[in-house]
T-cell receptor
Framework: GAVVSQHPSWVICKSGTSVKIECRSL??????MFWYRQFPKQSLMLMAT?????????EQGVEKDKFLINHASLTLSTLTVTSAHPEDSSFYIC???????????FGPGTRLLVL | KNEVEQSPQNLTAQEGEFITINCSYS?????LHWLQQHPGGGIVSLFM???GKKKHGRLIATINIQEKHSSLHITASHPRDSAVYIC???????????FGTGTRLQVFP
């Protein structure tokens, strides 16, 4: 089946630093990638939708200057958490899809801890 | 009230038991996903269906569009099936997933 990777799988950083998370579709071209955030024992929360070559569409309440998303190619999207604070600590998951109406394939997630 | 409701929230079973997880939704949909999330956090897409029934190994997913209801069945359950199972739908006028709250399944040997 289709594979989506994320890197790093976990990261610990100091408050105020920026962290970049990569999401790659390894064996297919992803027209659209989604970024989710998940708090412990809660459901996934969509942060933004990114289409290759376009600006990301952010969900209400998600700060676009805080969470920078770039989808520069059909196989790579990046999420940069700028000036991270402890409340940004969470589990971040990406998913990728070829076309509307098709299955989304999820990455393994990145666990971020901001001290 | 959530747009996607799952039941039960928690489920324990003995190895070998037949398991059913239910999902009801209140919006018009184009498709429904069943996802599996293991303790490590990674998510696997089990099924995407818009009508009828799909089977993969010991897993069966059904959907009744008129009743806005889907079920995920696991036959001959095994401890490795222990995970959170998430129902998610795609509404007619959006391509975003709307997630249920998940069902935490534990299968004991």
């Amino acid at each position: 089946g289709a594979v989506v990777s994320q890197h790093p799988s976990w990261v610990i950083c100091k408050s105020g630093t920026s962290v970049k998370i990569e999401c790659r579709s390894l064996d297919f071209q992803a027209t659209t990638m989604f970024w989710y955030r998940q708090f412990p024992k809660q459901s996934l929360m969509l942060m933004a939708t990114s289409n290759e070559g376009s600006k990301a569409t952010y969900e209400q309440g998600v700060e676009k200057d805080k969470f920078l998303i770039n989808h520069a190619s059909l196989t790579l999207s990046t999420l940069t958490v700028t000036s991270a604070h402890p409340e940004d600590s969470s589990f971040y998951i990406c998913s990728a899809r070829v076309l509307i109406g098709e299955t989304q394939y999820f990455g393994p997630g990145t666990r971020l801890l901001v001290l | 009230k959530n747009e996607v409701e799952q039941s039960p929230q928690n489920l324990t079973a003995q190895e070998g038991e037949f398991i059913t997880i239910n999902c009801s939704y209140s919006v018009g949909i184009s498709a429904l996903h069943w996802l599996q999330q293991h303790p490590g956090g990674g998510i696997v897409s089990l099924f995407m269906l818009s009508s009828g029934k799909k089977k993969h190994g010991r897993l069966i997913a059904t959907i009744n569009i008129q009743e806005k209801h889907s079920s995920l069945h696991i036959t001959a359950s095994h401890p490795r099936d222990s995970a959170v199972y998430i129902c998610a739908v795609i509404g007619w006028n959006t391509d975003k997933l709307i997630f249920g709250t998940g069902t935490r399944l534990q299968v004991f040997p």
